[in-house]
């Protein structure tokens, strides 16, 4: 209970820091903004080696030559390897080192983000798109994607039809844009009715 007391005191004193930048930038923010960098870093570092490194490399290294898997657990030597190489980054007389393995890490995830972009945006999108024409709403999705797509025809110059449709294109642009920035602002607003309550119901008891 003591525990919980002092947690809630706690993050009740970091919340009001954080937002006292609302009023300008003061030693308050700075102390919480270090604390959350500082604490976010060690969780990720935990989190990296209990739930990827630990399982993933002692453990299956250790498994497989249980198992007298020979070649999958020496094959684990490569990535720790690679992982060491990329800790070089922090000596600076050695740093171009990490050059080899941040390129290897670049390539893979080049490759895996544009098999994952075509396969779970691009053909989804073209799935949807192509809908059968008998409502209002699929017609606006043709006419939107069909201007949009004209918009960014740049071989021509935009002028007649083309210009039109151009002009058409960046209306739904424009609201597309419109709706993402909408979203965006009612996520953080939602972030800070939930600091609000968590102040006011759980902290002061103001509210039930």
Request: charged share 10%; net charge positive; with cysteine.
């Amino acid at each position: 209970m003591l525990l919980n007391i002092i947690g809630t005191w706690i993050a009740a004193t970091l919340t009001l820091a954080i937002l006292s930048f609302l009023y300008r930038d003061n030693p308050f923010y700075k102390v919480a903004e270090h604390i959350y960098v500082g604490t976010s870093a060690g969780f990720a570092v935990i989190y990296a080696w209990a739930f990827d490194v630990y399982p993933m490399l002692v453990d299956a290294f250790r498994n497989n030559l249980a198992e007298h898997n020979y070649w999958e657990a020496w094959i684990l030597v490569v990535p720790t390897i690679l992982g060491i190489m990329m800790l070089c980054r922090s000596i600076p007389k050695i740093a171009w080192i990490s050059r080899w393995p941040i390129s290897f890490t670049v390539g893979i995830g080049s490759g895996l983000g544009l098999v994952a972009a075509v396969q779970g945006y691009l053909l989804p999108q073209i799935s949807d798109t192509l809908r059968p024409l008998i409502t209002v709403n699929n017609f606006v999705v043709y006419i939107g994607v069909i201007a949009t797509l004209f918009y960014f025809y740049f071989s021509k110059e935009h002028k007649g039809a083309l210009g039109v449709l151009s002009r058409v294109g960046i209306i739904f642009i424009m609201v597309a844009f419109g709706a993402s920035f909408g979203y965006t602002v009612m996520a953080r607003v939602s972030l800070l009715i939930g600091r609000f309550y968590f102040l006011l119901h759980d902290w002061l008891h103001v509210i039930r």
